[in-house]
T-cell receptor
Framework: EADIYQTPRYLVIGTGKKITLECSQT?????MYWYQQDPGMELHLIHY???????EKGDLSSESTVSRIRTEHFPLTLESARPSHTSQYLC???????????????FGPGTRLTVT | KNQVEQSPQSLIILEGKNCTLQ??????????LRWYKQDTGRGPVSLTI?????NTKSNGRYTATLDADTKQSSLHITASQLSDSASYIC?????????????FGRGTQLTVWP
């Protein structure tokens, strides 16, 4: 069982509100990721970080922003939530490179966000 | 374009029966292939991982196969249990990515009925 945590697990919020989804890991991993997943669809990478003070946008354009001030913490923020942001958000982290096994990603339990 | 396609999209079987899920990929250069299990409302959990030199890998009642020449993989579940009901996701990594980028399939939604 990976030590990666996300809060809240479920969030229902009105349009226009600012929200922050929390993600923390206790494994000391440098790389962290945020994915967005809609029902029946594949995970899409929206943000990633190589380490402290490093953040990059992923493949899927997102209006959210992230920060990485501490190794263990990688929060995602939406300044003004809209119904189109309704989705499941998954956080992951990966440890050191393992040759052909690559980087093993460990996923948190996810946050189910509903914007009304 | 790097892609991962899975079939079937969904599957219903009776408890105790076996089933096989399929995955085709075009990711290149190939590094490894993982099968994840994702329970509803949870994050994916790794079941097996195979590099290009491995043909089969087992984890309890789960057995994954890989044909790197045809770029196909399968996940066989033996003697299914109600707790096997979940989405099974095929995930492929490319070689040389310093990010550890993963390419995800859409998953096969398996439902096991009593």
């Amino acid at each position: 069982e990976a030590d990666i945590y996300q809060t809240p697990r479920y969030l229902v919020i009105g349009t226009g509100k600012k929200i922050t989804l929390e993600c923390s890991q206790t494994m000391g991993h440098d790389k962290m990721y945020w994915y967005q997943q809609d029902p029946g669809m594949e995970l899409h990478l929206i943000h990633y970080s190589y380490g402290v003070n490093s953040t990059e946008k992923g493949d899927l354009s997102s209006e959210s922003t992230v920060s990485r001030i501490r190794t263990e913490h990688f929060p995602l923020t939406l300044e003004s939530a809209r119904p189109s942001h309704t989705s499941q958000y998954l956080c992951a982290s990966s440890g050191p490179y393992r040759g052909l096994l690559g980087y093993e990603q460990y996923f948190g339990p996810g946050t189910r966000l509903t914007v009304t | 374009k790097n892609q991962v396609e899975q079939s079937p999209q969904s599957l219903i079987i009776l408890e105790g029966k076996n089933c096989t899920l399929q995955c085709n990929y075009t990711v290149s250069p190939f590094s490894n292939l993982r099968w994840y299990k994702q329970d509803t409302g949870r994050g994916p959990v790794s079941l097996t991982i195979m590099t290009f030199s491995e043909n089969t890998k087992s984890n309890g009642r789960y057995t994954a196969t890989l044909d790197a020449d045809t770029k196909q993989s399968s996940l066989h579940i033996t003697a299914s249990q109600l707790s096997d009901s979940a989405s099974y996701i095929c995930v492929v990594s490319d070689r040389g990515s310093t990010l550890g980028r993963l390419y995800f399939g859409r998953g096969t939604q398996l439902t096991v009925w009593p």
